[in-house]
């Protein structure tokens, strides 16, 4: 019976120190919906493309 005990105090032990020293990587608030269920950041746009201000005329005019 003592030896159960013992493996679990230490399971516990090993289980808190492995969580502590996790940080902020573990993230122990259950399973999230919605907006709070993105994995990755958005990549930061660095600038707007920029579309052509026309289309030239003679690609209109040939169809």
Known sequence: MWKIVVGFVLFAALSMYVIITAGDKADMGGEKHGADAVHAPEPAASAPAAAPASAPAS????Q
């Open 59 to 62: 690609a209109a005019s040939a």
